[in-house]
DNA sequence: GTATCATTTAGACAGTTGTCTAAATGTCAT
DNA sequence: ATGACATTTAGACAACTGTCTAAATGATAC
């Protein structure tokens, strides 16, 4: 039977994503997304979280460097979605210690 | 059998070690410690990580602060031990997302 | 095209942070 | 007490970051 194929982070990606949860309302942000069975749209991040779209689009940026979501263009919508592969690879890495 | 108490973490607690964790000096340091059997003085970690000691107490501070390391005098020396529990209540806190 | 709505970019600002040097403190041996 | 060594504190500085406003871009409907 063939191995599920497992991504490994390395200590840059790491420290991307390390980055990316330490403020705390990204924290918020993924974990809400992360909620979600599909996609959601800025509309819904942006009533669920008192910030400007300005400061959405820089922390769904941040998120996207990090490899934590993927966006993409639905007409005038962006749909973001959770990447929970690239999660569950950042608990693995740091299960190691 | 009584069951094992396990630490679980307010939002506050969880938001200091992410930032704890945030600067890749920090975390090599955590991880340093982490591999240790038993305390290191800060005169280890001063050879293996280029440093000041002003910086080095910095960051002890800051781990120290979150929880995830705990310090004891012993003479001149500083004894600085990882706290697993910690560590294990916060991997167990980002596996809910 | 024009209007409208969704998102992004540019630029600014205040607050935070990692690092250093220099000086202070603590601890032990003599 | 003096000296030597380990650690901390104080203060400074440059770099980074979260946030905003204002303006720009993209996309759709009319």
Redesign the interface.
């Known amino acids: 039977m063939p191995k599920a194929k497992q991504l490994t982070l390395d200590?840059r990606t790491?420290?991307g994503i390390?980055?990316a949860?330490?403020d705390?309302r990204r924290?918020d942000i993924?974990?809400h997304l992360?909620?979600q069975e599909s996609c959601l749209g800025c509309g819904d991040l942006l009533e669920t979280f008192p910030i400007t779209p300005a400061t959405l689009s820089h922390h769904l940026k941040e998120l996207e460097a990090a490899n934590l979501i993927t966006t993409e263009r639905e007409g005038k919508f962006l749909r973001v979605q959770f990447l929970r592969p690239t999660?569950e690879a950042?608990?693995r890495e740091?299960?190691k210690?």
Request: aromatic letters at 16%; charged letters at 20%.
């Open positions: 200590a790491r420290r390390a980055k949860l330490a705390p924290f993924l974990r992360a909620a999660w950042y608990l740091l299960q210690l």
